[in-house]
């Protein structure tokens, strides 16, 4: 369990829970602009690799041109105490995607923060208003959906929940703008508009592999050379991690009451397996060895 302080004074570092998949790619995109980050997760082993991979990330986005000429990175900070992050000026939830334990983790961080404070939710589909149970003062929550690598792609899907305040989503508006980020901003819903749309097609073309019709290539040879998909959906569910999409496809279902969305076999062979993508070094596609 995470240790708090309170402190009523603002400042321009981002906090960042959870150094995962995308806590990583969140943390080196705010890094690349110069904004200094407080990453916390609960432990050591994860932190010392997301330290590593971060380092990679910042790397591979000077290289691609995400990060403007001549900017100095921020700071990296990582703790396994949420003390170091109290004094955050936007706080960004990004563990993995299961509701009860984004509500345990926000309400823990709803009670460290003084009013006023944006508290972002990455999340790929669970309501926001869901998870506004669990915290002091819903009208500081709002979502947003970064895409990975969250330093490469311009966009974010922001979430308003029905208790958001107008100053909150004009904070979580300006502070992504400072990440170099464009929003759109969308109601909240299961699935938002991105993973309502994405997760389905994926499911789908999955189970075109399953039934024989086309190998992966080819599917994402189509929908690449067709219908102007940048990498094909297989690869993109590589990229998310199977288990993740297994995972956002399910709370699809229940959230939604549309049996369709349910991920289908071939899928969940595949995670059962640990065949889970880019992260495991095999999904649909072989990466080979994974470094630790």
Request: hydrophobic residues 45%.
């Amino acid at each position: 369990m995470w240790r708090w302080v309170t402190v009523n004074s603002r400042s321009d570092t981002i906090a960042v829970f959870g150094a995962g998949v995308m806590g990583r790619s969140i943390t080196a995109l705010a890094l690349g602009r110069g904004v200094d980050v407080v990453l916390v997760d609960v432990s050591e082993d994860i932190l010392q690799k997301a330290r590593t991979e971060i380092a990679q990330q910042m790397r591979h986005g000077q290289f691609m041109g995400a990060f403007p000429d001549g900017q100095v990175a921020g700071t990296l900070t990582t703790t396994l105490s949420g003390t170091d992050a109290a004094d955050a000026g936007v706080v960004i939830e990004a563990i993995t995607e299961d509701a009860s334990l984004k509500a345990r983790i926000m309400a823990e961080i709803s009670g460290m923060l003084p009013a006023g404070i944006p508290v972002i939710t990455n999340t790929s589909g669970i309501p926001v208003a869901e998870l506004a149970k669990s915290v002091r003062r819903p009208e500081d929550l709002a979502g947003a959906h970064f895409m990975n690598p969250a330093y490469l792609i311009e966009m974010v899907e922001v979430i308003r929940g029905p208790q958001t305040g107008d100053e909150t989503m004009a904070a979580v508006r300006s502070a992504l703008e400072r990440l170099g980020k464009k929003t759109v901003v969308v109601r909240d819903a299961p699935g938002f508009v991105t993973s309502r749309l994405l997760h389905p097609m994926i499911n789908e073309a999955v189970r075109i592999v399953a039934e024989g019709v086309a190998s992966v290539e080819s599917v994402d040879r189509l929908m690449h050379g067709c219908l102007g998909h940048p990498t094909g959906p297989l690869r993109t569910a590589d990229l998310i991690g199977l288990d993740n999409l297994a995972d956002a496809l399910r709370l699809l279902a229940e959230r939604t009451g549309n049996s369709t969305f349910e991920p289908c076999e071939l899928l969940l062979e595949k995670v059962r397996r640990g065949d889970l993508g880019r992260k495991t070094g095999r999904g649909f596609y072989d990466y080979g060895k994974v470094l630790s």
